[in-house]
DNA sequence: CTGAAAGCGCTTACAG
DNA sequence: CTGAAAGCGCTTACAG
């Protein structure tokens, strides 16, 4: 059984709430009594019970942070800076996968905040910012009271990676995406591969890919375009991993990167010999998320949306203009 | 205000005792009142508060989990399913990136039992096992009341994968691996390539390493020592993304794969042509888990280790013999 | 500056 | 089968 404060409080022969006021820091308890109520504290080992002391105040200092496919490398690392970032501002992280369970655990238990990493949530984000506030990373932009977001420039940063790609003198340039397959021209908000279309629109490039459709969908279909002879000489990928089996599958047909062909990844866990990447600074976009919601606990309520800037690297690492 | 069990009794005119029993659906209730209660309920949105009701039980259905380095694609996944796994199981759970902060949590808020997906924390898994239940993922067993354990056969998977390596007349076996390079021969309880040096060894194979090393720590010295013209035909990496980048370095120095090197690679994230990987099946991993816990939740106080097999695959996800 | 009382929202005996 | 009372461990007025 662990002891309670009602446990302190008699061992250093005070009462209850001189008790607690003391081990608060109150400076209107005498110190020889704050020395005795702090010595039985330390005696019995005494810990305030998180539980009862947010029954009382209607305050969890717990941050439910709403990270889905924690699988993918870019979402996990997220979740690990997140949570660093809520440790070191005192505040208790709760990694959730569901968002739905987010929304459960805002109602359910008292938490004085939440975090949704993920674009699609408009429907449980804005409805908990009624009661507390929210930030949202790489969501779209809504000016509402308590709601605080903070976003990738994905639309700047594939910008620049199409400009540097077509300025190196490539002009096949194809994309291969799943997602983008799927979502494009859909009002997808962060449609990286977009940027990269009007990019190449605006220099009067058309990109590769199959009739009728947004992008190669699969790698094994692209290769194939490959093999029949259309001619590609820069890939766009959706994140490293499949720059990296695009990369193995073009060594395998003795195809070279990048002479023949230039691959550019996203995410910088992984950049192979000759291959580009998108960097997405999520250290930053950690940070800047944790402070916007510092910023609308201490009573701040319409924040603008803060962006921040991508890079496009080389296998070391070094920024390519 | 969020409505309270007494609204709901009072709109229901009953007793609060009455209204609580009637939510959690306890026969000894008239159903005519059941039914006022349960109308009560859903038109004034009443949710059963966590908090207080863990105040009074003394058990919140939460469960801590300790996963770190969510950056590394093994652990992020393991995060994921675990979560999957407790919620499909009714608890909740609570991701932690620090392990301190798991302890520091159980002895705070309610916490029902706890998992560590890690294998160095017998200080503090250990201590937590006296309070509540606690299930170690690869980690060393120890038999101990309240504490469950469930591991990954590397021993066996990488003696096979080794084995299957000879087979195919591969003598000139390297491992890259900066952790083993660390902690090799220091008892790590789960030392992969221990056991593939094992395998190497009883069929009188030496590795390749550098000399005094246990084996190569960084890409650079592999690449280095191949140009020196030392043979090598097969590597070991730490995982798939090392692997990735050894097929890259490979590649760009027009060394082909698997013909003049075999590679292998673990965790089955991302496995380039010609490549092995050997796949921990970690959706097996949080299932035992959580279902382990479950067992402690039950009741049982002793459980053997559950060790769940690896196998080992190639670029198609097809078992190797 | 200190201390006794009420109450956060629930559950758990227990009396009717 | 139903309902009034006590209490989980804190905090927050408030009286001394």
Request: glycine letters at 6%; aromatic letters at 18%; charged letters at 35%.
């Given at each position: 059984m662990p002891a309670t404060l009602y446990d302190v409080a008699a061992s250093a022969r005070v009462a209850l709430n001189t008790a607690r006021k003391a081990l608060q820091g109150d400076?209107?308890?005498r110190p020889y009594l704050a020395r005795r109520v702090i010595e039985a504290a330390a005696r019995l080992d005494y810990r305030p019970h998180t539980l009862a002391r947010a029954l009382k105040?209607?305050?969890?200092?717990v941050v439910p942070v709403s990270v889905i496919n924690l699988h993918e490398i870019y979402f996990g690392e997220l979740a690990e800076k997140l949570s660093n970032a809520l440790i070191a501002s005192n505040l208790e992280p709760i990694l959730c996968t569901e968002p739905d369970h987010v929304f459960e655990l805002v109602q359910t238990l008292n938490t004085c905040g939440s975090i949704f990493?993920?674009?699609?949530?408009d429907q449980l984000s804005h409805p908990l910012a009624r009661t507390q506030p929210v930030v949202t990373i790489n969501a779209p932009f809504h000016r509402k009271a308590n709601l605080g977001c903070v976003n990738a420039d994905f639309e700047g940063g594939f910008r620049r990676a199409a400009q540097a790609v077509l300025s190196?003198?490539?002009?096949r340039i194809a994309v291969l995406s799943e997602i983008f397959h799927k979502?494009?021209?859909?009002?997808?908000?962060?449609?990286k591969f977009r940027a990269v279309e009007r990019t190449l629109a605006e220099a009067s490039v058309a990109p590769v890919r199959p009739?009728?459709?947004?992008?190669?969908?699969t790698l094994g279909r692209l290769i194939e375009t490959l093999a029949e002879g259309t001619e590609i000489d820069a890939v766009f990928c959706e994140n490293d991993l499949w720059a990296a089996r695009l990369f193995g599958a073009l060594a395998a047909r003795g195809v070279r990167v990048p002479d023949d062909v230039l691959i550019i990844g996203c995410d910088a866990g992984l950049i192979l010999p000759g291959c580009w990447s998108v960097k997405i600074p999520i250290g930053d976009l950690a940070a800047q998320a944790v402070a916007t919601l510092r910023r609308l606990l201490a009573g701040e309520v319409f924040i603008e949306p803060v962006i921040v800037p991508l890079s496009l690297v080389d296998e070391d690492g070094k920024d390519i203009a």
């Open positions: 400076p209107t308890v105040t209607r305050r969890l200092d990493a993920y674009a699609d949530f190196r003198g490539r002009k979502i494009a021209y859909k009002n997808w908000p962060f449609d009739v009728g459709e947004p992008c190669f969908e």
